[in-house]
């Protein structure tokens, strides 16, 4: 039995893989693998703008073995992917895997010999994130996929199995908005 008076006002129970999984999820350290215009969106991900820092995975690390997260962001060729594969083995365990873009997922526009079309052939991919680029909220939602997973305790037991969520498009497109009309000498042309 407690001794009600010896505890404090406010007590809180709860679980322990509760506890160990929420400061998982509000702690990834993401490994950014930027190689080309989608590492333009990554970086505005972490900006005040879009302030990746609210989900807690704001500091990168560029040592492997104090990432977990890793996010390819660009097209990755066939001389790049044996380094793309010794860095995500030196990841800690457990460590996910985004692929940011059509590139990274597909080869997006470049098909050619020299691009890999699509690096869940060679490594495992845990989030697809869409687009040419991704904006920003996109890569945000694959992250927050990510957090929901290990919140509901989804961490890798056994063999590593990707989970192969796809994010939905977040980008409709819609019509730009109107120019500024053109006069000459008080006439619109
Ligand atoms: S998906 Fe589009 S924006 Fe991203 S790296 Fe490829 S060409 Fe660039």
Redesign the pocket.
């Known amino acids: 039995m407690f001794d009600t008076q010896t505890l404090p006002d406010n007590v809180l129970t709860t679980q322990l893989k509760k506890v160990v999984n929420w400061a998982r999820r509000s702690s990834l350290w993401p490994m950014p693998f930027a ?7 990554l970086m505005a991900t972490a900006s005040s703008r879009f302030d990746l820092a609210r989900f807690g995975a704001e500091a990168m690390r560029f040592s492997p073995r104090q990432a977990d997260l890793m996010i390819v ?3 990755v060729t066939i001389k790049m992917m044996p380094v793309l594969q010794h860095i995500y083995q030196q990841m800690t365990e457990p460590k996910w895997v985004i692929s ?5 997922s597909t080869g ?3 098909d050619a010999y020299a691009t890999i079309q699509g690096i869940d052939q060679f490594m495992p991919v845990d989030v697809y994130v869409p ?4 904006r920003p909220e996109t890569l945000i939602e694959g992250i927050m996929a990510i957090q929901r997973t290990i919140d509901e305790d989804g961490l890798p037991k056994g063999p590593r199995r990707p989970l192969q969520v796809a994010v939905q498009p977040s980008y409709h497109p819609a019509a730009q908005p109107a120019a500024v009309p053109l006069t000459v000498g008080g006439q619109a042309i």
């Open positions: 190689t080309a215009c989608c590492g333009i969106e962001a660009g097209r940011m873009g059509a590139c990274a997006g526009v470049f687009g040419c680029p991704p």
